[in-house]
């Protein structure tokens, strides 16, 4: 218990440097001092400062799949989630992308590691890499073949799925982007806004009876 308590004090304590100092202006002692333990003491949990960084997004990544679980949110690949998706309502739609937007815009862990994917991304290669997966490259492809599969199943009327991902996601990465760290007005235009986007590409793009 007590090594993974220090292991999960570690990443805390780095990604709350990290989202403010850097990346490059961090180092392995200003975590363990910031932990309460000595340097070598850390070394036994992690064998540097990338492996650091690297358990940090993959953290994310976890907890981003937890939190999706917790929504409901249809899981598996495009082609099982879309089962889910050609049934759901316009309302349940709406109300799960406002969660999904909410999580990434108030979840204190989420908030710290995009803050620190993009304040090095132009600095710190594997910070522009993961940045660009987590937040650009996964989502539309996803995204993409999500849509592809509803057309087929005729769910969606007939067009390009990876431009339909574009039309979808574009604007939310943006919401995301406009209303990072809102306070509670901020986080309702933005809850409206998504709404009124959602609603709108769900009603373009919903095949006609």
Known sequence: MEKRDTKTAIL?????????????????????????????????????????????????????????????????????????????????????????????????????????????????????????RMYLDDPLAYQGALFAHLIACGAFAPGDAPTMALQFYAPIYLLLQRYDAPDARALEQAMRDLEAHVRAFARQHAARA
């Open 12 to 132: 805390q304590a780095a990604l709350d440097l990290f989202c403010v100092r850097g990346y490059a202006g961090v180092s392995v002692r200003d975590i363990a001092r910031s932990v309460g333990i000595k340097e070598s003491s850390l070394y036994k949990h992690y064998a540097g400062k990338r492996a650091i960084f690297d358990a940090l997004v993959a953290e994310s990544n976890r907890r981003y799949e937890a939190a999706s679980a917790a929504l409901k949110a249809p899981m598996g690949t495009p082609e099982e989630a879309s089962r889910v998706y050609a049934h759901i309502s316009e309302d349940a739609l709406v109300a799960l992308a406002q969660a999904l937007l909410n999580y990434f815009l108030c979840d204190p862990f989420a908030v710290k590691c995009r803050r620190m994917l993009t304040m090095e991304q132009y600095q710190h290669a594997p910070s522009a890499q993961a940045l660009r």
